[in-house]
Structures are given as structure tokens and as C-alpha cells.
Antibody
Framework: HITLKESGPTLVKPTQTLTLTCTFS??????????VAWIRQSPGKAPECLAV???????RYIPSLKNRLTVTKDTSKSQVVLTMTNLGPVDTATYYC??????????????WGQGIQVTVSS | QSVLTQPPSVSGAPGQRVTISCTGS?????????VHWYQQLPGTVPKLLIY???NRPSGVPDRFSGSKSGTSASLAITGLQAEDEADYFC???????????FGTGTKVTVL
């Protein structure tokens, strides 16, 4: 049974850096093929996959935010950390982490964490 | 800006069949990357509905089915029920963006 849970600040000031932690159970990020994704969703909008980190340390970032994102993993703690710099109001959204099974090109996201609502405001 | 396009809304009466399209391009669906579908009930977390174009995870009713051909994919809901009222998103991989992409989303309304 796989579970994931996001933690971090829910209110961030403009220009600050956001650090979110995903703590998961039921799988290991040292197992070949496994991955964890960070996905965000603004109200009324479609989800947007921000970053993915794979069992071998490979990372993928959405091109439009690549310069602002960093994703790292701590396999021993079963945690993945997303860092996003220079936040602005448009970054207000619910941020989810999700388990990414399957092979690289055919993968889906299941399950998702409960999400954390992040508001960017002064 | 999503590279997978869906109709903003579809509606149907209880018991009817509705379909949701997901239109991509040669860099995603046309590159033979699988499509997956998610259901998001109001105020809840997206839930995997279909994976690998046509497969249903355990617990998903067989009223939901998926298909894919070329640069397009479809999700069909037969025997529409009130509980199916939700947002639905398709998802795949894009070779140009080199990451996973979601569709624009479709709101299903049960009349």
C-alpha cells in the first residue's frame, strides 16, 4: 500500500524560496524504475508536472520553470524535496507529490498525496 | 499552456454514453506514448482512472474505457451516473518538452 504526504509552508512571501517535502511509504526510490513527481494545480486549472526524480537520480523539470526548480531525494528517509526559488503570486496552487511507476515513457501517476495548498502573498 | 487539448465540457443524462477527446501531436500521442486518464471529483485529489491507453486500475468500474489512435485518445463513460460528475484529465509524455504533460481538462456534467 503506497502513500505519500506533502509538508511545508502554506504561506510564502513573494521572492522567497519554497521548500516542500514529500514523505512516502510502500516503495523504495532505490528500486529500479521507481520515481516521484511533483505536480501543482492552480484553482480551476489542469495539473502541471513540475519535476520528476527517478531511482537512479535522474531529474526532469518542466522547461518553463527549470531555472527555478530543484528536486532531490533521500532514499534512507523515503523523502523527496522540491525547492522553488523566487516565488510570485502565479505560483499560488495546490502542490502534490505522486508515485510514478512504469517505464520512463509510458508512466502515469498513482497514487497522489493529499496535496498542500501554497499561497504566495505579502 | 498544455500540449494536450480536451473539450472544456461535456454533458449527458443519466444512463447515457459520453466521450472525452484528448488531442495531441507527433511529439506525444503520435510518438506512440501511452495516454492515461484521471478523474478529479470536486474538492478531491486526482485519481487514476485509465492507464496505458486502455487499462483500468482495480476498483474502477468497467463503465469507463479508454482508446488511442494516432495523435488522439478518448475516454468513454457508458451508463453515466450522477457520481461521475467531475473533471477529467488526460496525461502523456512529450518528446519536445521531455517531461510529462496533462490535458486541458474536461468537466463532465450529469443533466
Amino acid at each position: 500500500h503506497i502513500t505519500l504526504k506533502e509538508s511545508g509552508p502554506t504561506l510564502v512571501k513573494p521572492t522567497q524560496t519554497l521548500t516542500l517535502t514529500c514523505t512516502f511509504s510502500g516503495f523504495s526510490l532505490s528500486t529500479s524504475g521507481e520515481g516521484v513527481a511533483w505536480i501543482r494545480q492552480s484553482p480551476g486549472k489542469a495539473p502541471e508536472c513540475l519535476a520528476v526524480i527517478f531511482w537512479d537520480g535522474t531529474q526532469r523539470y518542466i522547461p518553463s520553470l527549470k531555472n527555478r526548480l530543484t528536486v532531490t531525494k533521500d532514499t534512507s528517509k523515503s523523502q523527496v524535496v522540491l525547492t522553488m526559488t523566487n516565488l510570485g503570486p502565479v505560483d499560488t496552487a495546490t502542490y502534490y507529490c505522486a508515485h510514478r511507476p512504469g517505464s520512463f515513457f509510458t508512466s502515469w501517476f498513482d497514487p497522489w498525496g493529499q496535496g498542500i495548498q501554497v499561497t504566495v502573498s505579502s | 499552456q498544455s500540449v494536450l487539448t480536451q473539450p472544456p465540457s461535456v454533458s449527458g443524462a443519466p444512463g447515457q454514453r459520453v466521450t472525452i477527446s484528448c488531442t495531441g501531436s507527433s511529439s506525444n500521442l503520435g510518438a506512440r506514448h501511452d495516454v492515461h486518464w484521471y478523474q478529479q471529483l470536486p474538492g478531491t485529489v486526482p485519481k487514476l482512472l485509465i492507464y496505458g491507453n486502455t487499462n483500468r486500475p482495480s476498483g474502477v468500474p468497467d463503465r469507463f474505457s479508454g482508446s488511442k489512435s494516432g495523435t488522439s485518445a478518448s475516454l468513454a463513460i457508458t451508463g453515466l451516473q450522477a457520481e461521475d460528475e467531475a473533471d477529467y484529465f488526460c496525461q502523456s509524455y512529450d518528446d519536445t518538452l521531455r517531461t510529462y504533460v496533462f490535458g486541458t481538462g474536461t468537466k463532465v456534467t450529469v443533466l
